[in-house]
């Protein structure tokens, strides 16, 4: 009985001392503490345990962080356009300038930029909530390369760039939304049209890479350094720093 009591004693301690430690790791995460670690010393239930709520408490700081940088990049994003229409209704309130054309032409582009920002956020939300409504029709791929072609023609033109589409031929329809599909190949050849040269071109192609349908936007710009490129799906992320402070509000890719 003495026996079975010591070792009674000793397995109780080893199977309660994880579980204190893990309960107070939990009270801390329920006060927002929420990067906790817990020392894993076994390989049974309890190990595993300890092990699962370490990678939980590592991903619900990672997210929280995110949470909170996307909240600052939103409020800067929004503070830019604010400051530029609110600076000029004030210096027109007071009479300091006038409302010319050009002037009111300005504001209005701002608020046109803060009218895509809360599309594209309200796009966002939608995509992580899950409710993202998609209008699927069979499309053909060159049609679709067509008409996406067709609506920046002039910007390339303007910029004395070709826009040149190539498929293969006989590709088979398919079920995609094309205005979505169409936003996607909008953010690619807008990047495409600031960085490609003069008397170039950007190729806009479809092919089958092995059982797969392959869309692709090429073009002659410097790319992207390989140290950014983990991050360029990230929201409000731009890998050029000279554009911290364009007109874009960086949530194309994310969408």
Known sequence: ALVALVLGTILARTLSHPLRDLTAAIHAMAKGALKQHVSV?????????????????????????????????IAHELRSPLTVIGGYVESMRDGVLKPTPERLDTIHSEVQHLQRLVDDLRTLSQADAGELALNCDPVAPRALLERVAKSYDHLATR????LVVESEPDLPEILLDPDRMAQVFGNLIANSLRYTSEDEKILLSARYTGSMLEFSVEDNGKGISPDSLPYIFDRFYRADPARAQGSESGLGLAI
């Open 159 to 162: 910029q004395k760039i070709s």
């Open 41 to 73: 010393k076994s390989h049974d239930e309890i190990g595993e345990l300890a092990v699962a709520f370490n990678q939980m408490s590592t991903e619900l700081d990672h997210l929280n962080m995110s949470r909170r940088q996307m909240t600052a990049d």
